[in-house]
């Protein structure tokens, strides 16, 4: 079965420090794969997709970005975080165009201090 | 744009009351709907989803979903809710060609032993 793993679980950076948060996909290939924001009130904003190694597609201009280095694995980071990047990261997938709904992990709970 | 409104933000009702939460979509062309749950702690997971057919769909743990295309609605409903329910709820819809899931702002849900 596809099982999706997303960590660290929490997180407490420094404002202008680095970010890097993981999500791997087991048990599929060829995933389309996600990086969601949760802010209080405000639902799940689409950050990021990618349908492809290498292939990355970002929805809003922002001070993150991401990677899909392998198959299975996206990656979220930023050069220098900033107090508004605080929030709850969802990472998820897809077997194919997102008429069958998606996958989602565990989160993230970036607070940035 | 693609949009999704979820207008009740905080919904509090006592165990055995009838729930309604409401959803509205503006979405150009064939439109695919779902209702995420997620519980305190837990992943998001899928409720129940609408592709085509019966409008009335049938999802886990006695929730039930109608889409009225007129109404660019799909509203969740639950006869009888219980204190389990609390959670906060997400409808979401995305095209067939689309890969983005657009999602409301979610609805807190608490219910009152």
């Known amino acids: 079965s596809q099982t999706i793993h997303q960590w660290p679980a929490t997180l407490v950076q420094p404002v202008g420090s680095p970010l890097s948060l993981e999500c791997t996909v087991e048990?599929?290939?060829?995933?389309?794969l996600y990086w969601y924001r949760q802010a209080a009130g405000r639902g799940l904003q689409l950050l990021f997709y990618?349908?492809?190694?290498?292939?990355i597609s970002s929805e809003v201009p922002q001070n993150l970005s991401a990677s899909r280095p392998q198959d299975r694995q996206f990656i979220l980071s930023s050069k220098k975080l900033l107090l508004s990047d605080s929030g709850f990261y969802l990472c998820?997938?897809?077997?194919?165009?997102?008429?069958?709904?998606?996958?989602f992990g565990s989160g993230t709970r970036l607070t940035v201090v | 744009a693609q949009s999704v409104s979820q207008h009740n933000h905080h919904v509090i009702l006592s165990e055995a009351a009838s729930l309604e939460l409401g959803c509205n979509y503006s979405y150009g062309g064939t439109v695919n709907l779902f209702w995420y749950v997620q519980y305190p702690g837990q992943h998001l997971q899928l409720l129940l989803k609408?592709?085509?057919?019966?409008?009335l769909v049938k999802g886990i743990k006695g929730f039930e979903a109608e889409f009225i295309k007129s109404k660019f609605s799909f509203n969740l409903r639950k006869p009888s809710v219980q204190w389990s329910d609390t959670a906060e709820y997400f409808c979401?819809?995305?095209?067939?060609?689309?890969?983005?899931?657009?999602f409301g702002s979610g609805t807190r849900l608490l219910v009152r032993p």
């Open positions: 990618s349908v492809g190694i290498g292939q």
């Open positions: 048990g599929t290939s060829n995933p389309n």
């Open positions: 609408y592709f085509s057919g019966d409008p």
């Open positions: 998820a997938w897809s077997q194919s165009r997102a008429g069958h709904g998606y996958t």
């Open positions: 979401a819809a995305t095209g067939d060609s689309s890969y983005k899931l657009i």
